[in-house]
C-alpha cells in the first residue's frame, strides 16, 4: 500500500496554469507503479486525465486536455506532477492522484488501487 498526498489546486482564471503535485510514500521502490491523474466534478463520474509509468517515460493523456496538460516524475524525491496550461472553466474539479501496480497505462479507474484525497481546481470565466 502506498500513501499518496496532492497539493498544487487552487482558483485560476481561464487560460492560465497550474501545476499539480502528487507525494508519493510507503515504499522503497515504485519502479513497479504506474501514477495516474483522475479529476471529479460535482455530480459527475471520475475521470481520467493522464497517466505515467514510474519505470520510463510512456505517458497516456485523456483527448479532453491532450496538448495541455503535461505528467512528469521525480524519482529523486518521489513525486508526480501534473502540468496544466491553457485551462477551461470545464477543468473545475477535484483532482486525484492515484497509483497501481504493474505496467498497463490504463484510464480505467477500478485498476488503481491507491488513492490520494484530491486537490480542488477552479478555473473562472
Known amino acids: 500500500q502506498v500513501q499518496l498526498v496532492e497539493s498544487g489546486g487552487g482558483l485560476v482564471q481561464a487560460g492560465g496554469s497550474l501545476r499539480l503535485s502528487c507525494a508519493v510514500f510507503?515504499?522503497?521502490?515504485?519502479?513497479?507503479?504506474?501514477m495516474g491523474w483522475f479529476r471529479q466534478a460535482p455530480g459527475k463520474e471520475r475521470e481520467f486525465v493522464a497517466a505515467?509509468?514510474?519505470?520510463?517515460?510512456?505517458?497516456y493523456y485523456a483527448d479532453s486536455v491532450k496538448g495541455r496538460f503535461t505528467i512528469s516524475k521525480n524519482n529523486a524525491n518521489n513525486r508526480v506532477y501534473l502540468q496544466m496550461n491553457s485551462l477551461k472553466p470545464e477543468d473545475t474539479a477535484v483532482y486525484l492522484c492515484?497509483?497501481?501496480?504493474?505496467?498497463?497505462?490504463?484510464?480505467?479507474?477500478?485498476?488503481?488501487?491507491?488513492w490520494g484525497q484530491g486537490t480542488q481546481v477552479t478555473v473562472s470565466s
Open positions: 505515467i509509468r514510474w519505470n520510463g517515460e510512456s505517458t
Open positions: 492515484a497509483a497501481r501496480v504493474g505496467g498497463v497505462l490504463t484510464k480505467e479507474k477500478e485498476s488503481y488501487d491507491n
Open positions: 510507503g515504499r522503497r521502490t515504485f519502479s513497479s507503479y504506474v
